[in-house]
């Protein structure tokens, strides 16, 4: 769970010279662009198709992902524990 939380931020900070895809699921069908390409042996010929998030925004965002990555936030999911319906103003 941790990786899935940073996948994003590598995703979006990564550049044609400097790739952050380590983090992305691998393979010719991941939604990953960079990995596919990887996958296919294209790396050659890749350039991120999407905008970059900007270096004042990622470091702006990142003590979120930072506070979000904490383990122990994490251990309270490990439980795979959902809502009990009986005590869920939702289920209304």
């Known amino acids: 769970m941790y990786n899935a939380i940073w996948v994003t931020y590598d995703h979006y ?3 044609d010279e ?11 069908e ?3 662009t960079w990995q596919r390409a990887s996958a296919k042996g ?3 010929l890749f350039k991120h198709d999407y905008k970059l998030l900007p270096p004042d925004v990622l ?4 003590p979120i992902y ?3 990555s904490k383990s122990t936030l994490l251990e309270r999911c490990l439980g795979g524990f959902n809502q009990n ?5 939702n289920q209304l």
Request: glycine share 4%; charged share 20%; net charge negative.
């Open 13 to 15: 900070s990564s550049t």
């Open 18 to 28: 400097k790739p952050c895809h380590s983090r992305c699921p691998t393979g010719v």
């Open 30 to 32: 991941s939604w990953c």
């Open 42 to 44: 294209e790396l050659a």
């Open 59 to 62: 470091t702006a965002i990142k």
């Open 66 to 68: 930072e506070d979000l």
């Open 85 to 89: 319906n009986n005590e869920s103003y």
